[in-house]
């Protein structure tokens, strides 16, 4: 028998412990809001954290910095790249963690996963950066973010022991309506207040693809909400990598078309510019790493 929506939602709340990475972040960005902490305060967090740790560092030694030295410590680190570099690192790096595991429930693998997330971030960065319209790094965080309740909803159906695949013919919010009784949004956002990330990017990435439905207005949705309709799911390397920003863009009707006056032509350069850094990160940041 199929387990309740009030059984997966308790199995929800169980996942937020399966991997601390996610909470260092969330308590990063807490810090960086916090006008009383300073730069040792964040340093001594991501310190707790050896993995993540041993991921900066070896971003920071990566071909995308060029450094030209070894950088043997993160506070090394923070001198050469940058604080706001580090903050970036550490948001890749608990991404990247995030998918290590393929969604076996949904029939897509982890490097589908990492690409779709890591696309959606640099083009809500962009988005958010071109229009003013909300924080670049918070939008970067959210669009890394969009999809992370598919793999809460894929932990549940392992748990409980379900055999359930998408039959290709209905997208994956109907098949998890129709199977699990919520979309992935809904156990994005139960899982990211467990891990007590900013309410702003909860609730952008809970109601977007319902944003009428929202509590309050917020143009962190409003951007999440036109990056849906400009990247719908399910793409995954082959466009990130290849495709996006060739074909024709058709925008759709929306006030955050009408509000900052796009158009498609504005909106497939973003595109072109979201895939060349997709591609620049991936080969430079993330070559021969195994997920």
Not at 57 to 81: T, V
Request: one cysteine or more; hydrophobic letters at 40%.
């Amino acid at each position: 028998m199929k387990p309740s929506k009030k059984q997966f939602l308790e199995a929800i709340a169980k996942i937020e412990r399966f991997s601390p990475a996610p909470r260092v972040l969330s308590q990063a960005m807490r810090l960086l809001q916090n006008p009383d902490s300073d730069l040792d305060d964040i340093t001594k967090l991501i310190r707790s954290d050896a993995a993540l740790t041993g991921d900066i560092l070896r971003g920071a030694n990566s071909a995308f910095y060029s450094l030209g030295e070894k950088i043997p410590s993160l506070e090394r680190a923070i001198q050469k790249i940058g604080f706001g570099e580090c903050m970036r690192l550490l948001k890749l790096s608990v991404a990247h963690s995030m998918s290590q595991r393929d969604l076996g429930c949904y029939g897509i693998d982890g490097e589908a996963f990492w690409s779709e997330s890591l696309f959606n971030g640099i083009f809500m960065e962009t988005v958010a950066r071109e229009t003013q319209c909300a924080d670049p790094d918070t939008a970067h965080t959210t669009g890394l973010l969009r999809y992370v309740g598919r793999l809460a909803i894929n932990q549940c159906l392992v748990d409980f022991g379900i055999g359930l695949f998408p039959d290709g013919h209905t997208s994956l919010s109907e098949w998890e309506t129709e199977n699990v009784g919520f979309h992935q949004t809904e156990a994005a956002g139960h899982l990211l207040r467990a891990w007590r990330f900013p309410e702003d990017i909860c609730t952008a990435i809970q109601w977007q693809e319902d944003p009428a439905s929202a509590p309050a207005p917020e143009p962190l949705l409003d951007c999440l909400s036109f990056t849906l309709g400009v990247l719908p799911e399910g793409l995954g390397m082959e466009y990130a990598s290849s495709r996006a920003g060739t074909e024709d863009v058709e925008l759709q009707p929306c006030s955050f078309v009408d509000t900052h006056e796009l158009d498609a032509e504005q909106v497939k350069g973003w595109l072109v510019e979201t895939r060349e850094r997709f591609v620049e990160i991936n080969g430079k940041l993330y070559a021969g790493v195994k997920r």
